[in-house]
Every structure is written in C-alpha cells, then in structure tokens.
C-alpha cells in the first residue's frame, strides 16, 4: 500500500538496539502503525523488522533492531514485541505467504505419486496462476514507501511464490504428469510481463533450476 510509513529494503544499520522475541512461534501480524509513532518518537531512529511476516521465530531470537540502538526503554521494548505478533498458528487472513504456501503444498501432493490427481492438482495450480497473473496487475508485489520511511521489513511473498512454482515443476517431472506441468508453464508465461523485474529474475531462475528434472517429459 502507497500509504504505509515503510520500505522494503532491508538497511545496513550502524550498531542498534536488537529486541529479542519472547517466545516461540509464528509472526502472524506487524502493526506497522505502531512501529512508525515510536520510530517518530525520536529525530533519526529507524527499526527494521528481522523477521518477514510468516517466519518461524525461536525464544530470544531477534525480531527487530532499533537504530540508534540503547535508547529504548521497558515500555518501548514491550510496545516492539506487541506490533510484531507472535501466535502458534499462521493466520491466512494477514499472511498472503501462507496462502502460497497452502496452495503450492495441495498442488504437490496431489500431482505427486502420492496422489496422482491431476484434478485436484489442476485446481490448486490455476489458483496460484491467478494470484501471480492478479498480483502483477495490481502492482501488488512492489511495496511503494513514503519518502523518509522510518520503518523497514523484508518482504518474502516473491521468494514463496517462486519456490512454489519450482517445486511444482519438479514434482510434474517425478510424476510424469506432463498436463500438470503445462498448466504451470502457461501461468508462468502469462504472468510474466506484468511482474516486477525481481519477481522476473527468481521465475526465471526457477525455471533454469528446474530444467534438469525434465529430462524424462517429451519435448
């Protein structure tokens, strides 16, 4: 969103303040709002959130760095660890990656022999095309930051639907479900003038990575 009081690109900080996370599990939602009034708080302070939406995080892991650093008080560190939200379950709602994520799982599974369900596998397959090809459209991959952006994140949804679609290439191979892996091709094809050059670049790796796996398909 144009309006968030955020960048996307991870900074190279001088020494800060590292909030450590209080206990394990998932981040399942950042209150960017929040982050933003206590960066505002004080002239030059930046916070860059360590861990992308999603991510698995451990007890005493670092969630985020506050710089200049060792200025932040109990209260502040607290009001840090509630706009990072750690819960034991990923939440769809907030967390496109898990969507991905969920989509690309049901298409292995029922494109593998495990299943071999070219059906089901179909379903789950046109569904994650039409994320990529909607998502390039609305220029919904780029994050636009306001000018002085104080809060930075890193941003992990190209990297989850990138993986997806290799992993999806390679399981068509092992199945040798050569419909499965023209749907994949056609979504990627489709999709791809609209993205953003990143997201262009890791479809493009994905597909050389994968390239070795098709061997046994017909040309």
Same mark, same amino acid.
């Given at each position: 969103?144009?309006?968030?009081?955020?960048?996307?690109?991870?900074?190279?900080? @001088?020494?800060?303040?590292?909030?450590?996370?209080?206990?394990?599990?998932?981040?399942?939602?950042?209150?960017?709002?929040?982050?933003?009034?206590?960066?505002?708080?004080? @002239?030059?302070?930046?916070?860059?959130?360590?861990?992308?939406?999603?991510?698995?995080?451990?007890?005493? #892991?670092?969630?985020?760095?506050?710089?200049?650093?060792?200025?932040?008080?109990?209260? #502040?560190?607290?009001?840090?660890?509630?706009?990072?939200?750690?819960?034991?379950?990923? +939440?769809?709602? =907030?967390? @496109?990656?898990?969507?991905?994520? #969920?989509?690309?799982?049901?298409?292995?599974?029922?494109?593998?022999?495990?299943?071999?369900?070219?059906?089901?596998?179909?379903?789950?397959?046109?569904?994650?095309?039409?994320?990529?090809?909607?998502?390039?459209?609305?220029?919904?991959?780029?994050?636009?930051?306001?000018?002085?952006?104080?809060?930075?994140?890193?941003?992990?949804?190209?990297?989850?639907?990138?993986?997806?679609? $290799?992993?999806?290439?390679?399981?068509?191979? +092992? %199945?040798?479900? #050569? =419909?499965?892996?023209? $749907?994949?091709?056609?979504?990627?094809?489709?999709?791809?003038? %609209?993205?953003?050059? +990143?997201? =262009?670049?890791?479809? +493009? =790796?994905?597909?050389?990575?994968?390239?070795?796996?098709?061997?046994?398909?017909?040309?």
């Amino acid at each position: 969103s144009s309006d968030l009081p955020i960048g996307s690109d991870p900074l190279t900080l @001088p020494p800060g303040q590292t909030i450590a996370g209080d206990r394990y599990g998932y981040v399942v939602a950042i209150d960017y709002g929040a982050l933003a009034d206590l960066a505002e708080a004080q @002239p030059g302070r930046i916070i860059l959130v360590e861990q992308p939406l999603g991510s698995l995080v451990y007890k005493g #892991q670092a969630i985020a760095s506050v710089s200049p650093g060792h200025d932040l008080d109990e209260r #502040q560190v607290a009001a840090v660890r509630r706009a990072i939200r750690i819960g034991r379950r990923r +939440e769809l709602l =907030q967390d @496109p990656m898990f969507g991905v994520d #969920q989509l690309g799982n049901i298409a292995w599974t029922a494109v593998s022999t495990a299943k071999s369900n070219p059906a089901a596998g179909l379903v789950a397959i046109h569904a994650l095309n039409d994320l990529l090809y909607r998502w390039g459209h609305e220029d919904a991959l780029i994050c636009r930051a306001g000018e002085g952006a104080r809060v930075f994140c890193r941003d992990t949804l190209m990297d989850h639907l990138a993986c997806a679609y $290799e992993s999806l290439m390679v399981v068509a191979s +092992e %199945s040798m479900q #050569q =419909q499965s892996l023209a $749907e994949v091709s056609k979504g990627i094809a489709r999709a791809f003038p %609209s993205q953003p050059r +990143e997201m =262009q670049d890791k479809l +493009e =790796q994905a597909v050389i990575d994968t390239l070795s796996a098709l061997g046994d398909h017909v040309p």
